[in-house]
């Protein structure tokens, strides 16, 4: 058997987990996906603008009350005699630094809600939500490390169900039964203009269902503390939180910066029609999701193997060529996605933003792809170091142009933060693991797609047709040249 086929087997696993975690993933964020056309009905941009931001917030705290523990917590289960210290360790680590934030934060909360001006009305259900979601992080790292993906698809759709069922109810169903029969028991439960407060709640209740089904982690751990190795961990982990709140601010802090340096009168409603049209890249964030939750635990793995490097390459080859598709498709067929996820027309003036943020998301996934290096020789603080990079460019694009330009300024910020964190990864990479990345294939696809999205999206004006025969002509490129790998891998051929 020659290497190429020798690969084939943990390519093959390596898509199947895609698969099984794409479902855990895709599905839930599909159900909220639902929930843009919901809240974009039920509200008017400045409303959902004012929501954006809060939503912005919990992003950025979820990532400080995880600090890398997550990822630290595969790293060590991984490569530990005794997991069980591993588990327990961790757990009591999440633990506790959650009990600290939940108390001092009820405690302050009035301040809280003045530094992050946010309506003080909702700082306490933000608060409990932010906390019952750090408590369920390293069990749901357990089961992806034990490879049970079931009940973690089963819980995470779980809980966007509840949400999503709470979220009809209150918004729709709801004020139609209040205006029926207003002395109804139902009817008890509605308020006017209450619609922010509505969606927080549901989070809420489905925050705290998830966490009743997640505790069995903490009901058998036996509670031994390894204070070195947690020493050891949380050296590992500082570098993955100071890499995670960089990301996060790329992904979410533009809402807080459009809000803060746009005019008062149109801060929240430029924030709602962006963040509305943000959302039509959940196609492509999905994608590369799914496939960083196959990949993680595929790195760790077989970081030991012979030649894992090739294997590596050839995994981001098939995320260019399999991601080029999703950025063309979800450009052409953007009129149509944003009448059945985006309805309400008053949300439609962002819609330049969407071929932008698609490609932004694109070059994150391939950056994942390329993070490697980093984690399987321990060097996590290059990915701090890069990260903190893309949200310096980030922060300065934004603060620089948005009130110029408003939106488009982030939408930009975006794509360079993450082309230039693909960029820099690669070059620091390529020295100390070097991976035989086929760039020749990697830039053709890449280059393909962007021309014919630009042509189809700027260039013919979204014209249906047009894009659809660009889109056709990408399909038939792709299949003239990849038929016979994916074949090999989607297929399981035998040698």
């Known amino acids: 058997m020659d290497l190429n086929t020798s690969l084939l087997n943990p390519l093959k696993k390596l898509f199947k987990q895609t698969a099984i975690y794409g479902l855990a993933t895709v599905l839930p964020r599909m159900i909220s996906f639902f929930l843009v056309r919901v ?18 917030y919990f992003a950025m705290f979820n990532v400080v009350l995880a600090y890398g523990m997550e990822t630290a917590f595969f790293r060590f289960y991984s490569k530990s005699e005794n997991k069980e210290t591993v588990i327990s360790t961790s757990l009591m680590s999440i633990l506790g630094s959650t009990m600290v934030f939940m108390v001092f934060s009820l405690l302050f909360q009035d301040g809280m809600a003045s530094l992050l001006n946010i309506d003080p009305k909702y700082i306490k259900y933000v608060i409990f939500i932010l906390s019952l979601d750090a408590l369920v992080i390293i069990p749901f790292a357990w089961l992806r490390a034990n490879e049970r993906p079931l009940k973690y698809a089963m819980v995470k759709i779980l809980n966007v169900v509840i949400n999503f069922g709470l979220n009809i109810f209150f918004l729709l169903i709801l004020p139609g039964v209040a205006a029926d029969n207003p002395d109804g028991l139902l009817s008890a439960l509605y308020r006017p203009n209450f619609q922010i407060s509505y969606i927080i709640i549901a989070n809420l209740v489905a925050s705290g269902v998830t966490l009743l089904l997640m505790l069995k982690p903490y009901l058998i751990s036996r509670y031994t503390f390894d204070k070195k190795l947690w020493e050891q961990m949380m050296k590992y982990a500082i570098p993955v939180l100071v890499a995670g709140v960089a990301f996060t601010i790329n992904e979410v802090f533009d809402r807080v910066m459009l809000e803060a340096l746009l005019p008062e009168d149109i801060a929240n409603k430029e924030v709602g029609m962006y963040n509305a049209c943000v959302k039509l890249a959940l196609f ?57 996820f985006v309805k309400n027309p008053a949300y439609w003036e962002a819609m330049s933003v969407v071929p932008i943020i698609l490609l932004a998301s694109f070059f994150l996934g391939i950056y994942h792809n390329l993070s490697v290096w980093y984690k399987v020789t321990d060097k996590t603080r290059y990915g701090a170091f890069i990260s903190v990079f893309g949200a310096i460019i980030t922060i300065v694009i934004n603060y620089v142009f948005i009130p110029y330009i408003g939106y488009m300024a982030s939408a930009i910020a975006t794509v360079m933060a993450y082309g230039s964190m693909m ?19 990697i830039l053709f696809y890449l280059g393909f797609s962007i021309l014919f999205s630009a042509l189809s999206f700027y260039v013919f004006n979204r014209n249906l047709i047009i894009g659809s025969i660009l889109l056709l002509l990408f399909l038939g490129l792709v299949y003239k040249l990849e038929n016979d790998k994916l074949k090999e891998i989607f297929l399981k051929r035998k040698s």
């Open 423 to 441: 960029v820099l990864s690669y070059y620091l990479g390529k020295s100390r693991y070097p991976v035989p990345y086929n760039f020749r294939k």
């Open 39 to 56: 809240h974009t009905d039920a509200m008017p941009p400045e409303i959902y603008g004012e929501l954006a931001v809060i939503f912005a």
């Open 284 to 340: 492509m964030t999905l994608f590369s999701t799914a496939f960083r939750m196959g990949i993680e635990p595929f790195f760790f793995s077989h970081a030991g193997t012979e030649n894992p490097q090739k294997a590596y390459a050839q995994i981001t080859n098939y995320f260019v060529v399999l991601g080029s598709v999703i950025l063309l498709g979800v450009v052409v067929f953007a009129d149509v996605l944003k009448v059945l």
